[in-house]
């Protein structure tokens, strides 16, 4: 048996490496550094388009032989894994030639494809072909967020009735985060989501020029429904979500890092009134989580024990996809609603 897995990486911009000099980032903090700190992993080679700077290149280890073109490293280090993290419009390309070029396992930065159709061509093949795929939605990957899902599911706040949360800085490049953490933690308790209406945000938020800031409702199978409303990321960052039940409320904030529990507390103004407390109890946070760590482990976990599956796989980032599409298409159509056939 081998001693090590190797690894090849493509894309080295900001997520894929340059993070990982922000100073106040938790590391890792990219693909390249998430491989580079797991000591069951050879980073065999890393392809880049561009001229990689000097001050980067100085942090890539010795045994990494970089390359322009990926077919070629592929071909040449024969690697374990693949991960991708390029523009969102090159990840059908690259995902569907590692396939061919007999990968098994690949970790894609979000989106799975830049279209539904893409999105329906890619999932066909990967199952034909037996490969397992590592979306990265990072909440995911995050240990505090698994467990808050255990406890939605046994009931720490009862019976769920009523979602809110916010983003910033357009649907596709942000939204999409939000909608799959909605879904990773609404999921069991209210199935999957059957119908959204999507509206404009008209407040000249800011947001990538091709990707618009769009406010939607998201209804579940249970009939649960949860907003999602846009902010303004050049007045601040956001990811609150509020989650309302029978018994209390739970607050995720910081951008997903703390979560908060609000019981229920007899009324201190209103005789025969209950109301939420205003203290919380920390769940969890303000520390981040290691989640490129998790999301290192469950890629090699996922190549080494046949059980072991994709904490994000490549249907739920076409389902995610699809409730975007929905969303932005009910914000052309007069805000209708529009349903989605997505099964549970
Ligand atoms: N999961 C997250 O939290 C998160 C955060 C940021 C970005 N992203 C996603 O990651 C992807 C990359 O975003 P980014 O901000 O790092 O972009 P970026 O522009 O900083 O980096 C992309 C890099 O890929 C390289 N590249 C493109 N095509 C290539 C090819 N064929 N071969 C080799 N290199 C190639 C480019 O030269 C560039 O350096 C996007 O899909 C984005 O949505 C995800």
Known sequence: MKKFVSVCHIG????????EFDKKRLKPASHIGMWKKNKQVKLSGICEKKKIKKIFLKKIPKETNIYKNYI??????????????T??????????KCIDLGIKIIVLEKPLANTLKQAKFLIKKIKKNNVKVLVNHRRR?????????KLIKSGIIGE??????????GILTT???LVDTLRMLLNDVAGDVQSV???????GLYHPKDDENIDGVLTFKNNLKA????????????????????????LITGIGRSGLIYKIIKSPEHKGFDELDQKSKKMFGPKPRNQFGLLANNAIDCLLKKNVKPLCDDKDSFIDMMIIDALLKSSNQKNRTIKLKIKN
């Open 12 to 19: 080295a911009g900001r997520i894929g490496f340059t993070l």
């Open 72 to 85: 070629k490293m592929i071909k040449t280090e024969k690697p374990d894994i693949v991960s991708i993290a």
């Open 87 to 96: 523009w969102k419009d090159t990840h059908f390309e690259i995902t569907s």
């Open 141 to 149: 990957f995050d240990k505090e967020i698994i467990k808050l899902r």
């Open 160 to 169: 769920i009735i009523q979602a809110t949360s916010y983003y910033v800085y």
């Open 175 to 177: 939204g999409t985060h």
């Open 197 to 203: 209406t999507g509206f404009k945000n008209k407040f």
């Open 227 to 250: 907003t999602i409303q846009s902010l303004n990321i050049k007045m601040y960052d956001n990811f609150d979500i509020y989650i309302y039940g029978t018994k209390g409320k739970i």
